[in-house]
């Protein structure tokens, strides 16, 4: 029997294991948030298997992606990271990942934890949706980030950005993830 998925999910096994695993799984640790966060920031643009890929390289590059390391790094590290060939080498996306781990911990210590803060957002529910890019609740929060001073977190990327952490369920009815009961 043929499991069905999503249609945007590929044969390849890397997306077969993001969507099956972890899209549209409940986070709630700071660290996976801030990752996903950067991630989907880089992704502007890109097509999400191309972050995939090169999502290793992306945790070697910003240190498991501390965001207290990385709200740190220098001129000197942004060169470096420029040159990395393993991760997307685009310097605004570069500044604006550090940019937004000093802003990441600003909401932290105003919220206790930028989970609370995300969630918040929510009332802790997950919100059911499908075949959406954008929506008013993917507005309001990108708004909040942007007026905080976050880069690269339009409605587009917040919106995805919700979906890969859970708070948007985006699962088609067809995918064999689709939660009928709720």
């Given at each position: ?19 099956d ?25 890109l ?37 990395n ?8 996306k570069?500044n ?87």
């Amino acid at each position: 029997m043929t499991i069905k998925r999503c249609s945007w999910v590929t044969d390849e096994e890397i997306y077969i294991k993001y969507h099956d695993e972890e899209w549209g799984v409940p986070t709630h640790d700071d660290q996976e948030l801030f990752e996903m966060l950067v991630l989907e920031s880089f992704q502007a643009g890109l097509s999400w298997i191309t972050i995939l890929k090169k999502r290793e390289n992306f945790r070697k590059a910003f240190d498991n992606f501390d965001y207290m390391k990385i709200s740190e790094y220098k001129e000197d590290k942004v060169n470096e990271l420029k040159e990395n060939k393993g991760i997307i080498r685009h310097k605004g996306k570069i500044n604006a990942a550090i940019n937004n781990a000093k802003i990441f911990m600003e909401i932290q210590n105003e919220f206790e934890s930028f989970d609370s803060y995300i969630w918040g957002f929510s009332n802790g529910k997950i919100i059911k949706a499908e075949f959406k890019t954008e929506s008013e609740l993917s507005k309001t929060i990108s708004k909040d980030l942007k007026k905080r001073g976050m880069k690269f977190v339009g409605p587009t990327i917040v919106y995805s950005y919700l979906e890969s952490i859970g708070i948007i369920d985006n699962h088609q009815k067809s995918c064999f993830k689709f939660n009928k009961t709720d």
